[in-house]
């Protein structure tokens, strides 16, 4: 997970944002997405100044890696959808990446303001 903002002098309560790229490994092109966002958020422009003086961003580029190593389509390397267990128990040893995102959530729920989940369709 990356996290980007800007440390400031005086401690104030910062909006925070949770960004998730690749769940699935055929979506290529939220790698490019959330890689622009990146590229975006730490340039010198004004806005993306302004965000991080009063944003946090978590980005997690890449949910999947194992599914995108294997050559999967949907799946990871337990051979589930990441996005179809969400709900429920998660089982650790099986999807430990969306156990983990979702204990990440669970922690910062009061915090964030926004979730995006970067998905990409070509059909």
Known sequence: MLTITEKTEEPIHKKEVLIIGRMHPEETISSYIV?????????????????????CFYIVPMLNPDGVILGS???????????????????????????????????????????????????
Request: hydrophobic content about 35%; proline content about 3%.
């Open 35 to 55: 890689e622009a966002m990146i590229k975006y958020l730490l340039s010198d422009e004004c806005v993306p100044g302004m965000l991080r003086k009063s944003h």
């Open 73 to 123: 389509s949907r799946c990871s390397a337990s051979g589930r959808d990441m996005n179809r267990i969400w709900m429920g128990n998660v089982e650790t040893a099986l999807n430990p990446e969306v156990s983990a995102l979702k204990q990440f959530i669970s922690q910062k729920k009061r915090s964030l303001k926004i979730v995006l989940d970067i998905h990409q369709h070509y059909k």
